[in-house]
């Protein structure tokens, strides 16, 4: 099972984003399109697929990043400033039933639309940047710097003893949904400290190994999912109740439960586009 938000049908075109030749004439060609968003929330057509227009439908003024070709076709996105997004319940459902390459294209746009709304002037004098590298950079015209969307890494594991693994409930989720533990990886950490660390802050227990499975990104706004298993010395918890309210070891038979769907599952597991949903079926794969 691969994780939501993978396997984007873009060619992305990196090596062309210095040359603004080649980006002219993407601009210019008659079989580019441009990606309709309504804020940074996808709009669907007929089908359910990502709707697509016509550059001349691009906000007058507005900035344009070249995604990438689909099948011979230049992909636009425009970069609103004001674009804000939301994560209501129809958003997810609308992933849900995307085919997985059209929310992968979701993702990628999304967040760097995103990126430059929130992006808008130089960290290093403070001067209003504009977009460059074909809308994958902003650049400074007082100091030259050049700014880089960024992707901030997560990691998102199961702990795992014996034949058990740790599930938490966090307070705002749906009533007897549980997931994997999950958290920011900090400066100067890897990513098995990292895994390490935000287990025994969240449940106390102690980690004796991690191993990586996948990852995923994760486009609210822009992060890494790196998903990992890790085994721990026992199944005594401490949990830090400010993030985690609830904790319960499960067994693979109650896993396969809960991804059945079945009524009778003790918790109710992530939706299929999380990567949760994706490590979970792994393990109970084995």
């Known amino acids: ?11 992305r075109l990196n090596l062309e984003h210095d040359a603004d030749t080649q980006f002219a004439a993407h601009l210019a060609d008659p079989r580019a399109r441009l ?14 697929a990502l709707a697509w227009a016509a550059l001349t439908d691009a906000p007058a003024g507005a900035e344009l990043a070249l995604l990438g ?19 209501h319940a129809g958003i997810f459902a609308l992933l849900t039933a995307m085919p997985a390459g059209e929310a992968a294209l979701y993702a990628t ?29 902003r650049q400074c015209p007082a100091c030259s710097t050049i700014h880089f969307p960024r992707t901030d890494p997560v990691v998102i594991m199961l702990a795992e003893e014996g034949d ?42 102690r980690v004796t190994d991690v191993r990586y499975v996948v990852s995923q990104p994760w486009p609210f706004p822009s992060q890494l999912m790196i998903a990992c298993m890790a085994k721990v010395e026992t199944r005594d918890l401490a949990l830090d109740l400010a993030e985690i309210v609830e904790g319960i070891w499960v067994t693979r038979e109650e896993v396969r439960a809960a991804l059945a769907g079945d009524p009778g599952s003790r918790f109710a597991v992530p939706p299929p586009y999380a990567i949760a949903h994706t490590l979970l079926a792994r393990w109970a794969a084995d």
């Open 164 to 205: 058990a693994i740790l599930l938490g409930r966090q307070a705002s989720w749906p009533a007897g949904r549980f997931s994997a533990l999950a958290g920011f990886v900090e400066v100067g950490e890897s990513i098995e400290e990292a895994v390490a660390r935000e287990l025994f802050e969240e449940a106390g227990v």
């Open 69 to 87: 070709i689909i099948d011979d076709a230049p992909r636009f996105v425009a970069l609103d400033p004001a674009a804000r997004g939301s994560m």
């Open 109 to 137: 746009a999304r967040s760097l639309v995103d990126w430059h709304a929130r992006h808008g002037f130089c960290a290093r004098c403070g001067v209003a940047t504009a977009a460059s590298r074909a809308g994958w950079a």
């Open 35 to 48: 990606l309709r968003l309504s804020g940074l929330d996808p709009v669907a057509d007929a089908e359910g």
């Open 1 to 11: 099972m691969k994780p939501g938000f993978t396997g984007s049908p873009l060619h």
